[in-house]
């Protein structure tokens, strides 16, 4: 930028990465995120119980930007994995994620299983062509967990409650536990028509 400010500017492409979603029929997920390794938070369980991590990060729209052309874009996701010795996921879903889309955007914790333990949605544009800081705060705990997001300095969702999920439906973790926090564009599309982000 003229004031000399640096940025990564991340475009996702249909079907980008989408292996890792092999077996899934009803759409297409592509994307391209930045995130942390995969043993940077945790390595079981007992590495996060009743600690709190923080992330932070700026995002702006493209020039000229009129709307997006997937279904929907998270921003920003925490994901916890242990793998059974299929090799196949146990966790479902995310705990905490920021879906966006010009016309309504949506900050939930879930247990993973599509059920929501608190949801913020916003029937408005919440980003514009100018910076937009976002700083999320997630402590681990069943009995005192709790998360904060926060909006150019402004508390937009406070949830506290139990942030541990890790009981699972006829599936037997077998693998360390991975947690990552990720940014960037994880894309929701229907057809392979769709256009970049």
């Known amino acids: 930028e003229f004031n000399g400010n640096g940025y990564i500017r991340l475009t996702s492409r249909v079907g980008q990465l ?3 979603n092999k077996g899934q029929k009803k759409y297409i997920k592509d994307r391209i995120e930045l995130g942390s390794k995969d043993n940077a938070i945790s390595n079981k369980w007992s590495d996060i119980i009743n600690k709190e991590i923080w992330w932070t990060f700026d995002v702006k729209l493209p020039e000229k930007f009129k709307k997006i052309h ?10 916890t994995i242990e793998k059974n010795s299929k090799k196949k996921q146990c966790h ?3 705990p905490f994620r920021i879906n966006y889309n010009e016309r309504h955007t949506w900050i939930a914790v879930t ?5 929501k333990l608190i949801k913020e949605n916003f ?9 937009t800081n976002f700083k999320i705060g997630y402590r681990f705990s069943k009995l005192n967990g709790w998360v904060k997001v926060f909006k150019d300095g402004r508390l937009i969702l ?3 409650g139990n942030t541990i999920f890790n009981n699972y439906k006829k599936c037997k973790p077998a693998s360390d536990l991975k947690t990552y926090v990720r940014i960037g564009i994880y894309r929701e599309t229907e057809d392979k028509n ?3 982000d």
């Not at 247990?111 to 059920?115: A, I, K, P």
């Not at 029937?123 to 100018?130: A, C, K, P, Q």
Request: charge should be positive; glycine fraction near 6%.
């Open 123 to 131: 029937y408005e544009n919440i980003l514009s062509n100018t910076w």
């Open 92 to 94: 479902p879903g995310m």
């Open 18 to 20: 989408s292996k890792f």
């Open 158 to 160: 406070n949830y506290s």
């Open 111 to 115: 247990d993973g299983f599509n059920s």
């Open 194 to 196: 769709t256009k970049n």
């Open 70 to 79: 997937a279904k929907k874009i998270t921003l920003t996701q925490l994901k």
